[in-house]
């Protein structure tokens, strides 16, 4: 029976890092790390994740400010708020809570924040980066499955990586971050050809395609550390990940559950990504 990864357990460990260096920050320079957060729209999904990042704000010591806006917002408006917000000193961090409605440019919105304020870690220059080594705002999600393997002492060079999705948001940064860390990596996709032969080779399988029970427990190689990154609804109404859990969980060594897994990480490395904007904007 496999070990559950406690991400709740290891993102507030880590916020308590955050907050320790958040304090020596205002002692030492009379500097507090901020974060301005963009909500357009009453998306309950989205409302709810906004309210989870202002408490993990006021929780390390960072100051936060959500910007609202009703769903008919234009798109010149929040390109003005994004001009200032750029220019303000006070802000170190920029996020624009996703999905936008259909009638903004989303992109456009993004690609206007400076890279020293992108905080998400998603503008074509920081993956840029990462891609080639070097420093950089990294996304949040790829780097909280870091941490975790990291915290739990998985080793990851040499290892075997099967990576279930191909998403910007994680799939193709985790694979960039995972190949820095000397691993093997196949990145698949709903469309690959015999997905249960390349999932049952994993060494550390990372499920983030986005489907209820995509990936089967069986097909799970013994032994195999399993990341679920997936937030679906069960047709009972209950969170589900990708993978099969019951029977997954009989095969790995250790797995994340889904909620309380990969989902607390993400707000952690956004804590610490402003705390790391700060830092570098300070520099001369």
């Known amino acids: 029976m496999a070990q559950i990864i406690d991400g709740k357990s290891v993102a507030l460990q880590i916020k308590l890092e955050v907050k320790e260096q958040v304090a020596r920050l205002k002692a030492k320079y009379n500097l507090i790390p901020g974060l301005a957060v963009v909500l357009v729209g009453d998306d309950i999904g989205s409302v709810t994740y906004v309210r989870n990042k202002q408490k993990a704000c006021d929780d390390v010591g960072i100051r936060s400010r959500t910007f609202s806006f009703s ?4 798109q010149k408006e929040l390109e003005i708020l994004i001009n200032e917000l750029d220019r303000d000193p006070q802000y170190n961090g920029i996020l624009i809570q996703m999905p936008l409605p259909r009638s903004l440019d989303a992109r456009a919105l993004l690609n206007m924040i400076i890279p020293d304020k ?7 220059s ?10 950089a705002l990294y996304p949040c999600t790829p780097l909280g499955i870091m941490m975790l393997l990291q915290r739990y002492a998985v080793p990851v060079s040499g290892a075997h990586v099967v990576i279930v999705g191909r998403s910007n948001l994680v799939g193709k940064p985790l694979t ?3 190949i820095s860390a000397n691993a093997t990596v196949t990145l698949c996709h709903t469309k690959t050809r015999d997905l249960p032969g390349i999932v ?3 060494d550390i399988l990372v499920a983030a395609a986005g489907r209820l029970g995509l990936i089967r ?3 799970i190689k013994q032994g195999a550390v399993v990341i679920d990154v997936g937030m679906n609804r069960s047709p009972e109404g209950k969170l589900a990940g990708d993978v099969e859990f019951a029977q997954a969980e009989k095969r790995a060594s250790l797995i994340t559950p889904v909620p309380g897994g990969v989902g607390p990480m993400t707000i952690a490395m956004l804590m610490r990504n402003t705390l790391l904007a700060a830092e570098r904007q300070m520099r001369p």
Do not use: C, H, R, T
Not at 118 to 124: H, I, K, Q, S
């Open 71 to 74: 769903s008919d917002v234009g």
């Open 118 to 124: 992108d905080v998400d870690g998603l503008l074509p």
């Open 126 to 135: 920081n993956i840029g980066k990462l891609a080639i080594g070097e420093e």
């Open 176 to 178: 960039l971050m995972m």
């Open 200 to 202: 049952g080779q994993a």
């Open 217 to 219: 427990g069986e097909w």
